[in-house]
């Protein structure tokens, strides 16, 4: 199974990367893990709402060309579903079992995300209705992939 993360922007908190590395180490035994940084688009405090869409647009081109057409992809979206990590953990496995070795997450920018990158999901996602950091989303969903392979694995990980 191959497993990406794409985000935008670039990760500068050493404990966050930390902490993402060693999930990836030990998701190493489950699948093919990678994070792919796409650039952020430079934009100032107060953006008129076209300018805010100009922007997301330029971001979800910059996400698109990292998507492969075989990819199911996922999006974190605030207004996507909520799942426990036991569902999250079943989809993937459904998943993997259907053919869909390909898997990406979308982290948008601090905007959100472009209409067209919310038409390429095949699903959205929503870790509650909180706002996390981009950067810190990363870790938090890098330790729920891992904890859906440590499921489907029967380890008591998880509880």
Do not use: W
């Amino acid at each position: 199974m191959n497993i990406k993360i794409i985000v935008v922007g670039k990760l500068k908190e050493k404990y966050l990367k930390q902490g993402i590395a060693e999930y990836a180490k030990r998701l190493s035994k489950f699948c093919k893990f990678q994070i792919i940084e796409v650039a952020d688009e430079k934009a100032p405090e107060s953006l008129s709402e076209a300018q805010m869409e100009d922007v997301k647009n330029k971001e979800g081109e910059r996400i698109l060309s990292k998507v492969k057409d075989r990819d199911y992809v996922f999006t974190l979206e605030i207004k996507g579903k909520e799942r426990s990590s036991e569902e999250l953990s079943a989809e993937m496995a459904k998943l993997a079992t259907y053919g869909n070795s390909d898997i990406t997450f979308i982290i948008g920018g601090s905007l959100g995300l472009s209409s067209d990158v919310m038409k390429r999901s095949n699903s959205a996602i929503s870790f509650g209705r909180f706002t996390l950091p981009h950067q810190l989303m990363r870790l938090v969903l890098t330790e729920q992939i891992y904890r859906s392979f440590m499921i489907q694995a029967g380890s008591p990980y998880h509880k």
